[in-house]
């Protein structure tokens, strides 16, 4: 199965993991499996699905802040706004290891959890429990950021709103979201066009792709 991931990553995504990357995705795949029989972290119904519908589905992210950053050992400053599971804060943490990533999530008990990865994978990131709202008003996280994250999480006009204020002027908001999502009338695209004037950002690139084990085609949006 890890064959397979690595062989993915390296043809479809253009990412070489090292041997020290596998073994952080595996001692993070055993705790996310293991947690997830006591408490609803992400679905998926193989092991295989897993990595393929959450983990190499993350790895287009890390792509898309690769080809912006130039490199994966640079020193970034990222956040991810409602990170859940810990996709795909955790993965980019992982291949970005030189970097630093601030992950908020407003549920307690996956805090709890993430602080455990964090630990175990002896990352480079900080666990804030605490809602997205919230953390977007405070001073101190207002423009510091290079790359906001967003995967799954509310509409995108809502996900606008808290993410440009943490980013410094240049900085990404990368939203991972289904074609089907972006092209809805209420929610998608065509909502946010006066919302991108109002807080000085432009739409730049979508970049599309499919996964296996999926009919559907993702996006991620900068």
Same mark, same amino acid.
């Given at each position: ?76 400053? +990222?956040?991810? #706004?409602?990170? %859940?599971?810990? =996709? ?8 970005? @290891?030189?970097? *630093? ?62 993410? +440009?204020?943490? #980013?410094?002027? %240049?900085?990404? =908001? ?8 972006? @092209?809805?009338? *209420?929610?998608?695209?065509?909502s946010v066009g006066q919302a991108l004037k109002t807080l000085g950002a ?21």
């Open positions: 199965m890890w064959e397979i991931f690595k062989t993915f990553c390296n043809q479809k995504i253009g990412i070489d993991l090292s041997a020290e990357h596998l073994k952080k995705f595996q001692q993070y795949f055993s705790l996310l499996c293991d947690t997830n029989e006591k408490m609803n972290l992400v679905s998926f119904k193989t092991p295989l699905e897993l990595i393929y519908r959450h983990f190499c589905d993350c790895m287009f992210v890390v792509k898309a802040i690769k080809e912006r950053c130039g490199a994966t050992d640079a020193r970034l400053k +990222i956040i991810d #706004l409602g990170s %859940g599971a810990g =996709f795909p804060a955790i993965i980019v943490s992982i291949i970005f @290891d030189q970097s *630093e990533c601030v992950l908020i999530e407003s549920i307690t008990k996956k805090c709890i959890f993430l602080n455990d990865v964090k630990k175990a994978l002896n990352l480079n990131c900080q666990i804030i429990n605490e809602r997205a709202e919230v953390v977007e008003q405070a001073k101190k996280y207002r423009q510091q950021f290079d790359f906001a994250l967003s995967r799954a999480v509310c509409k995108f006009s809502q996900n606008l709103e808290i993410a +440009i204020a943490p #980013l410094r002027v %240049g900085g990404h =908001f990368l939203v991972c979201k289904t074609k089907r999502s972006i @092209d809805e009338k *209420e929610g998608g695209l065509q432009k739409l730049d690139k979508i970049s599309s792709y499919n996964l296996p084990t999926s009919d559907l085609e993702y996006c991620i949006l900068d």
